[in-house]
Protein backbone atom coordinates (compact mmCIF):
# COMPACT_ATOMS: atom_id res chain seq x y z
CA UNK A 1 0.00 0.00 0.00
CA UNK A 2 1.59 3.28 -0.61
CA UNK A 3 1.85 6.28 1.49
CA UNK A 4 -1.29 7.99 -0.25
CA UNK A 5 -3.70 5.02 0.02
CA UNK A 6 -2.35 4.69 3.58
CA UNK A 7 -3.40 8.68 4.20
CA UNK A 8 -6.13 8.93 2.21
CA UNK A 9 -8.11 5.39 2.09
CA UNK A 10 -11.25 7.26 1.15
CA UNK A 11 -10.22 8.26 -2.19
CA UNK A 12 -8.34 5.26 -2.49
CA UNK A 13 -12.29 3.47 -2.07
CA UNK A 14 -13.45 5.57 -4.97
CA UNK A 15 -14.67 4.12 -7.73
CA UNK A 16 -11.93 3.86 -10.83
CA UNK A 17 -13.77 6.56 -13.03
CA UNK A 18 -13.87 9.21 -9.79
CA UNK A 19 -10.36 8.30 -8.97
CA UNK A 20 -9.51 9.37 -13.06
CA UNK A 21 -11.53 11.84 -12.91
CA UNK A 22 -9.86 13.43 -9.17
CA UNK A 23 -6.53 12.51 -10.46
CA UNK A 24 -6.65 14.61 -14.16
CA UNK A 25 -8.38 17.63 -12.09
CA UNK A 26 -5.32 17.28 -9.86
CA UNK A 27 -3.00 17.32 -12.61
CA UNK A 28 -4.52 19.73 -14.56
CA UNK A 29 -4.82 22.14 -11.46
CA UNK A 30 -1.17 21.74 -10.80
CA UNK A 31 0.03 22.10 -14.34
CA UNK A 32 -1.89 25.04 -14.66
CA UNK A 33 0.21 26.71 -11.42
CA UNK A 34 3.69 25.56 -12.60
CA UNK A 35 3.11 27.14 -16.07
CA UNK A 36 1.97 30.38 -14.67
CA UNK A 37 4.90 30.39 -11.89
CA UNK A 38 7.46 29.51 -14.68
CA UNK A 39 6.55 32.43 -17.15
CA UNK A 40 8.37 35.42 -16.77
CA UNK A 41 7.01 38.37 -15.77
CA UNK A 42 7.09 40.59 -18.72
CA UNK A 43 5.59 37.71 -20.68
CA UNK A 44 2.52 37.62 -18.09
CA UNK A 45 2.25 41.22 -18.41
CA UNK A 46 1.77 40.66 -22.10
CA UNK A 47 -0.46 38.08 -22.06
CA UNK A 48 -3.04 40.07 -20.12
CA UNK A 49 -2.59 43.24 -22.43
CA UNK A 50 -3.22 40.79 -24.95
CA UNK A 51 -6.75 39.57 -23.35
CA UNK A 52 -7.63 42.99 -22.30
CA UNK A 53 -7.16 44.50 -25.73
CA UNK A 54 -9.10 41.10 -27.65
CA UNK A 55 -11.61 41.69 -24.69
CA UNK A 56 -12.06 45.61 -25.80
CA UNK A 57 -12.32 44.64 -29.56
CA UNK A 58 -13.24 40.59 -29.92
CA UNK A 59 -14.14 40.96 -34.08
CA UNK A 60 -10.54 42.02 -34.45
CA UNK A 61 -9.71 38.20 -33.93
CA UNK A 62 -8.66 36.33 -36.42
CA UNK A 63 -9.81 32.80 -36.64
CA UNK A 64 -7.32 29.47 -36.30
CA UNK A 65 -8.23 28.01 -39.69
CA UNK A 66 -7.45 31.35 -41.47
CA UNK A 67 -4.18 31.83 -39.44
CA UNK A 68 -3.36 28.29 -40.39
CA UNK A 69 -4.07 28.67 -43.90
CA UNK A 70 -1.79 31.78 -44.08
CA UNK A 71 1.12 30.18 -42.53
CA UNK A 72 1.17 27.14 -44.55
CA UNK A 73 1.04 29.01 -47.68
CA UNK A 74 4.06 31.22 -46.54
CA UNK A 75 5.85 27.85 -45.56
CA UNK A 76 5.19 26.64 -49.22
CA UNK A 77 6.96 30.06 -50.97
Same mark, same amino acid.
Do not use: C
Given at each position: ???????? $??? *??????? !? +? &???? %???? @? =?????????? $??? *??????? !? +? &???? %???? @? =?????????????????
Amino acid at each position: MTALATHY $PEL *FALPTDE !R +V &ALGQ %ALLA @S =AETETAADEL $PPA *FLAELER !R +V &ADHR %ANPG @S =AIPWEVVKARLLARSKK
